[in-house]
Structures are given as structure tokens and as C-alpha cells.
């Protein structure tokens, strides 16, 4: 069964937009981490967010943020005026303390920011 | 700190050939992985290391093997590469397993 679903494949939005990306998980674990990376054309993997399963408080960095919600399983990233520098593949990923902690991947979500 | 450092950055093998993806991180991390990157199929995992002389397999591990012998090497052997081996392939670590990961810069191989 796959862990990590990210149902948007492809998004386009034209800049300054505010775009969400969507994320939803599953585990039977109480204890587990979820992730979020981007990967820029260049092809890098850049961490950007760790929240453990016991912190369900948002976090904003900038024009980052994201809504974790457990009773919806889900992990929701949102850019907020987005620019072209943010145009990428964004990876929402989890880790089960019962699998070793080991981050298992979604498929992505590619990001295309028009100017 | 260079951190992360995958070596060669493009491969082209033939099928059948052998080949060893290096890894080496210099952050004195305990954890290190191995994922592929497959177009439009995110990360799979292929082989992880919790510490020096451990190593376990992850999703995807046939056709591959790994050793760690020191904490700061993680190569990858390929075996009688095949076609299902054209990826990208990214080398991790983390300090902690429940750690964000730092990640190579990846190998592009491809088996022809």
C-alpha cells in the first residue's frame, strides 16, 4: 500500500499566486516523521521541513508553510506569492519509527510557476 | 564541508557490466542511503546503513550491493548492470534516522 500519496502531478500557477500542495499519508505507527523536499531543475534534493507526529502546530518560513492534520492524515504545503525560482518537484515524504526510521517518498509534485 | 559526495556524475554501462556508484560524507553521520529515482516514481530506497558494518536492504534492493566499512563510505555495486538500472541514483545521510537527510548530488546512470 502506498504510504505517501501526492494526487497533484503536474501544477502550473502564474507568479505572486498562492499554490498548495497537497499530502496525505498513512501509517499505523504513532510515532513517525513527515517530510517535505524540493528538487530544482538542477536536480539536487533540498530538505526543507521535518514535523514529528506529536506536533501538529503549523510552521511558516517565509513564504513557506505547512498544515499538518492528523485527523486527515494529511501534510499540506503552501507557497504564498509564489516567484519562478520556485518552479520544481516537491517531495512529501514519511518515516515510521517502527521501519526504522527510513523516509519512504511520494511520487511528487512538479511545480511550474509562470512569469 | 563538502558533505555528500557521489563520484562518477554520469555513467553510460553496458548490460551486463559491473560498476561501484561511490559515496562518501564527511558530517560523521551514522545513517546512510542509497535511492533511485525513477521519471514520475519519486525515491525508492534501495539499501541503508544504520552505522559502520551494518547494512540492510531497503524497497528495490536486487541487482544491487552495498558494504560499509568505514562511517564515511556507502558505495553501491552493480552487478550485471540491465536495463532496469537506467536511473538517477542519489546517495543520503543523517546523523539520526529521523533526521532531515542530506543528499549527494546524484548518479545519472545509464545501461545500455
Known amino acids: 500500500a502506498q504510504k505517501v500519496t501526492q494526487a497533484q502531478t503536474e501544477i502550473s500557477v502564474v507568479e505572486k499566486e498562492d499554490v498548495t500542495l497537497d499530502c496525505v499519508y498513512e501509517?499505523?505507527?504513532?510515532?513517525?516523521?513527515l517530510f517535505w523536499y524540493k528538487q530544482p531543475p538542477s536536480g539536487e534534493l533540498v530538505f526543507l521541513i521535518r514535523?514529528?507526529?506529536?506536533?501538529?502546530q503549523n510552521e511558516i518560513s517565509g513564504r513557506y508553510s505547512w498544515n499538518f492534520q492528523k485527523s486527515t492524515s494529511s501534510f499540506n504545503f503552501t507557497i504564498t506569492a509564489s516567484q519562478v525560482v520556485d518552479s520544481a518537484v516537491y517531495f512529501c515524504?514519511?518515516?515510521?519509527?517502527?521501519?526504522?526510521?527510513?523516509?519512504?517518498f511520494g511520487k511528487g509534485t512538479r511545480l511550474h510557476i509562470l512569469p | 564541508n563538502a558533505g555528500v559526495t557521489q563520484t562518477p556524475k554520469f555513467r553510460i554501462l553496458k548490460i551486463g557490466q559491473s560498476m561501484t556508484l561511490q559515496c562518501t560524507q564527511d558530517?560523521?553521520?551514522?545513517?546512510m542511503y542509497w535511492y533511485r529515482q525513477d521519471p514520475g516514481m519519486g525515491l525508492k530506497l534501495i539499501y541503508y546503513?544504520?552505522?559502520?558494518?551494518?547494512?540492510d536492504k531497503g524497497e528495490v534492493p536486487n541487482g544491487y550491493n552495498v558494504s560499509r566499512s568505514t562511517t564515511e563510505d556507502f558505495p553501491l555495486r552493480l552487478e550485471l548492470a540491465a536495463p532496469s538500472q537506467t536511473s538517477v541514483y542519489f546517495c543520503?545521510?543523517?546523523?539520526?534516522?529521523?533526521?532531515?537527510?542530506?543528499f549527494g548530488s546524484g548518479t545519472r546512470l545509464t545501461v545500455v
Open positions: 546503513s544504520v552505522g559502520a558494518g551494518i547494512t
Open positions: 514535523r514529528n507526529s506529536f506536533d501538529e
Open positions: 558530517m560523521n553521520h551514522n545513517y
Open positions: 543520503a545521510s543523517s546523523y539520526m534516522g529521523t533526521d532531515g537527510y542530506t
Open positions: 515524504a514519511l518515516s515510521e519509527a517502527s521501519r526504522d526510521d527510513k523516509i519512504i
Open positions: 501509517t499505523r505507527d504513532t510515532t513517525y516523521y
